[in-house]
């Protein structure tokens, strides 16, 4: 398949899973306002106990769930626009949180969680965007399509002339003893290596601990 | 049936949506009560008696359309509307095909929910 296709693809299966929560994020805006208008409603009539309290809790409910949009709606145009430039300068660490943010529901799916670990130093580099987005979301996709885990670690470390993005099993007495084996076998991991050829980063596994990394640079 | 004798199950992963449908379903006289996974929701059914299940598709675990089929082969009786926040009705289909009573896009129309509600209950045989 043509790298521009794999791009498409990528894109739909993340904005799909975004409009989804935002589809969400809109149904509960609804039913709150709906239930607002219907202590409204009944007030008019009848005294509803407590009815300033309840249109209170609605008010709150509304609020958190037009931020929640916000940060949705944001996150997703930032990844709307990566593919202008073929080439742009990153932040690792922010495009790393930012791609986790919206494609969590997807891992979550999965029951997964996916976090990543706080960086200690700023980490840029020049690429192309979208297939920098593709390794990272591919690399979940892979120890977790590969392993019954229940939560991901993903570390970002700085060294010297490379950067190491780390991901990790979030349970430290996971063992698998075919750990390799098994990623090597993964349909995810042929697909990893093609994405770093493609914009000179390196894929590897870390001997005898269950962790795959990609050397950035 | 009147509302007040039609006891429906909601099944969805967003608590506050669930909920805050389930208030304004209590408001209008019906008893309902909440699953926030499909698990929870069949084990509910297994030990309760409900008139309707409202499911949505996409879950964490168990999703929309497995829980329709694990409660199909177990309670066909119960009638599933589905609820779904893809813009295509294609989960829906399938998840009439299966033997949903019917599915309804999200955010919901209340109206056109309760008008649904009502044509389940009354279209289901009462055992």
């Known amino acids: ?217 | 049936m009147s509302n007040q004798n039609i006891k429906i199950l909601l099944i969805d992963d967003e608590l506050e949506f669930i909920s805050t449908l389930s208030e304004r379903l209590e408001l209008r006289g019906y008893t309902s009560k909440i699953a926030q996974d499909g698990e929870t929701g069949i084990t509910m059914i297994e030990n309760e008696t409900f008139d309707v299940a409202i499911i949505d598709l996409m879950m964490p675990g168990l999703n929309g359309l497995d829980t329709l089929r694990h409660i199909k082969n177990t309670n066909n009786a119960l009638p599933v509307i589905l609820l779904t926040g893809h813009g295509s009705t294609k989960d829906g289909m399938e998840g009439m095909r299966i033997g949903a009573f019917d599915f309804l896009m999200k955010p919901l129309d209340i109206n056109e929910l309760l008008k649904k509600i009502k044509l389940a209950v009354d279209q289901t045989p009462k055992g």
């Open chain 1, 1 to 217: 398949m043509e790298t521009s296709n794999k791009k498409a693809m990528f894109f739909g299966k993340v904005t799909a899973s975004v409009t989804h929560e935002i589809q969400n994020v809109l149904a509960i805006i609804k039913e709150t306002s709906g239930l607002m208008e219907d202590f409204i409603l009944m007030h008019k009539t009848n005294q509803v106990p407590d009815f300033d309290s309840k249109l209170d809790k609605c008010l709150e409910t509304l609020k958190k769930q037009a931020y929640r949009g916000v940060s949705l709606t944001s996150n997703l145009n930032g990844f709307a626009h990566t593919p202008d430039n073929i080439q742009s300068a990153i932040d690792i660490c922010e495009t790393t949180k930012k791609l986790i943010s919206i494609t969590d529901r997807l891992f979550k799916q999965k029951n997964v969680s996916v976090e990543v670990c706080e960086c200690t130093a700023s980490c840029s580099i020049t690429t192309d965007p979208v297939i920098f987005q593709m390794i990272l979301f591919s690399c979940i996709e892979c120890m977790i399509d590969t392993f019954q885990i229940q939560q991901l670690m993903v570390n970002i470390h700085p060294k010297e002339n490379t950067i190491g993005i780390c991901f990790s099993i979030g349970d430290e007495n996971f063992q698998y003893p075919d750990f390799k084996e098994k990623i090597m076998q993964s349909s995810h991991w042929s697909k990893i290596t093609d994405l770093c050829e493609q914009i000179n980063f390196t894929a590897g596994m870390t001997p005898g601990s269950p962790k795959i990394f990609i050397l950035v640079g």
